[in-house]
């Protein structure tokens, strides 16, 4: 690879619409190879759907996202932009990782099995080379005794802790959490939590929704405040939290210390 | 009943014999049903409305014709286009016909019942559409239509005694012809709900056995 002139993950002027309210109304972002980034903001200001369109697994209306130099979602020529196929939007998803809210583990599989299904479909690696790297992964996120539980039989936070083991497995180049520790019991946050810092500190780069704004100050090396479709202030995570400039993020703060 | 012990005995083979093709052309019904019935099912569910379209009328008016008339479709119909089935083989046919309609709506009601974030999941770690059917969507789908598929095998078992129309040998025509000839009409056929029951009893159990172990993930 050449010395890096492009970001890891660069945003431009991304514009999304769901039927006629606009939802992205022109965001930029950059982030850099091993970056940990937050993004805070009120109920409704697109921060999921921001999420979404970086995983492809919502369409938009304009603007441009290029993934470690390659534009990923669409295709342009002659005028016209395209959606590219099923394929090719496989291929680019495979690169990032995903983690839901929701956990959404494959409640057929165990945990093993929910680590390995990539690995062995789109990776398309021999059985026992996958299972080793579940393995691996599953004792990463302290849940190497569970491997065989189905999903069923775990808790909330072991779920999730098995989502993220998912994700990571992939060796994605970017990792996307949309606030994975909202559907959770109080007790059950933290240990979810040690295990981004986890990752974090391992040098992934991760792209973070939340609304732990003592995690989002601990973790990240910038912070990102949404605001109705717009990224209304980008800094370091002393800038937003200590010194805001922005007056809505001001108030943001305000509302949600707690 | 030692009259008809004797006369059962004599009748034996035939009464097997209709046994078999009973379970048989069940069987073979839902074998090729089921294949028909998850293309369908996932075409219903997923095709765009020009694909899913023809899929929804066949659906449609499979459900809705008795299957007496689909037997005797499947009979006489192919026989004008110049195409000869054998009455067995133009019974399994409209089984089939039958059982992939039905089959088709169970897959697609079970898999309009996953949760998007499945597909969700399953997207963002690469799969391609194929690959998320194959490993996430229907293995999901096809537990939870279980049990109804299974009461699908017991239509069939029942829809079967009415190839007896079109000259299939199944176990109701056997029973008939056995009547036939020694006249004990109550008898025998009381002895063929009997075995009918008893088919249907045991898938219906085999069926609750199912649902057992596959509610416990
Ligand atoms: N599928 C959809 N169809 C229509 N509108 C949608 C859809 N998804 C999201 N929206 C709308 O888009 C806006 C942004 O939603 P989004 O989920 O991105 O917000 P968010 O910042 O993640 O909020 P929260 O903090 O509550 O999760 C909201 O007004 C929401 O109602
Ligand atoms: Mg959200």
């Keep these: 690879m050449s010395d890096k002139q492009h970001p890891l993950l660069a945003i431009r002027g991304l514009k999304k619409q769901f039927g006629a309210t606009e939802v992205l109304k022109g965001v930029d972002l950059d982030l850099n190879k091993g970056d940990v980034v937050s993004i805070i903001g009120s109920s409704g200001s697109g921060k999921t759907t921001l999420l979404r369109c970086v995983n492809l697994l919502e369409e938009y209306q304009g603007g441009e996202i290029a993934l470690d130099g390659e534009t990923i979602g669409y295709r342009s020529g002659d005028g016209r932009r395209r959606r590219l196929s099923d394929r090719e939007l496989s291929r680019q998803r495979a690169m990032t990782g995903m983690?839901?809210?929701?956990?959404?583990?494959?409640?057929?599989?165990?945990?093993?099995?929910?680590?390995?299904?990539?690995?062995?479909k789109v990776?398309?690696?021999?059985?026992?080379?996958?299972?080793?790297?579940a393995e691996n992964w599953l004792a990463r996120v302290g849940l190497a005794a569970r491997a065989d539980h189905y999903p069923s039989q775990l808790s909330g936070g072991q779920q999730q802790r098995v989502a993220i083991a998912r994700a990571l497995a992939m060796n994605p180049k970017l990792v996307l959490l949309?606030?994975?520790?909202?559907?959770?019991?109080?007790?059950?946050?933290?240990?979810?939590?040690?295990?981004?810092?986890?990752?974090?500190?391992?040098?992934?780069?991760?792209?973070?929704?939340?609304?732990?704004?003592?995690?989002?100050?601990?973790?990240?090396?910038?912070?990102?405040?949404?605001?109705?479709?717009?990224?209304?202030?980008?800094?370091?995570?002393?800038?937003?939290?200590?010194?805001?400039?922005?007056?809505?993020?001001?108030?943001?703060?305000?509302?949600?210390?707690? | 009943m030692q009259a008809f012990l004797d006369q059962l005995w004599i009748a034996r083979w035939p009464l097997w014999e209709g046994l078999l093709l009973t379970i048989g052309s069940a069987a073979g019904s839902i074998l090729f049903g089921t294949l028909l019935g998850v293309i369908v099912g996932v075409q219903l569910a997923y095709a765009p409305w020009w694909l899913r379209l023809p899929f929804r009328i066949y659906v449609d008016i499979m459900r809705g014709t008795p299957v007496?008339?689909?037997?005797?479709?499947?009979?006489?119909?192919?026989?004008?286009?110049?195409?000869?089935?054998?009455p067995t083989q133009a019974g399994i046919l409209a089984l089939t016909l039958f059982a992939g309609a039905h089959i088709g709506e169970l897959i697609r009601g079970s898999l309009q019942a996953i949760q998007p974030g499945q597909a969700e999941a399953g997207r963002s770690i690469g799969l391609t559409f194929p690959q998320l059917l194959a490993y996430v969507l229907l293995p999901q789908a096809v537990r939870s239509a279980l049990p109804p598929w299974i009461n699908t095998g017991v239509e069939l078992i029942k829809g079967s005694s009415l190839l007896s129309i079109i000259g299939v040998g199944e176990l109701l025509l056997k029973t008939q012809e056995v009547i036939g000839r020694n006249f004990m009409t109550i008898q025998f056929y009381v002895f063929a709900g009997i075995l009918y029951l008893a088919i249907n009893i045991a898938l219906d159990q085999l069926g609750k056995a199912v649902e057992r172990r596959v509610g416990q993930h």
Excluded: C, W
């Design chain 2, 68 to 86: 007496l008339v689909l037997i005797l479709a499947a009979y006489y119909i192919p026989a004008v286009a110049g195409l000869s089935l054998g």
């Design chain 1, 178 to 258: 949309d606030e994975v520790t909202s559907a959770l019991d109080p007790e059950l946050v933290q240990e979810v939590l040690n295990t981004v810092k986890g990752i974090a500190d391992d040098g992934a780069t991760l792209l973070i929704v939340t609304h732990e704004m003592r995690f989002a100050r601990d973790v990240s090396s910038r912070v990102v405040f949404m605001e109705q479709g717009r990224i209304a202030e980008d800094g370091p995570p002393a800038q937003i939290f200590g010194a805001p400039k922005n007056a809505r993020l001001a108030e943001f703060l305000r509302t949600t210390r707690h």
């Design chain 1, 99 to 120: 983690v839901f809210q929701s956990f959404n583990l494959f409640p057929h599989l165990t945990a093993a099995g929910n680590v390995m299904l990539g690995l062995r």
């Design chain 1, 123 to 133: 990776l398309k690696l021999p059985k026992a080379e996958a299972r080793a790297i």
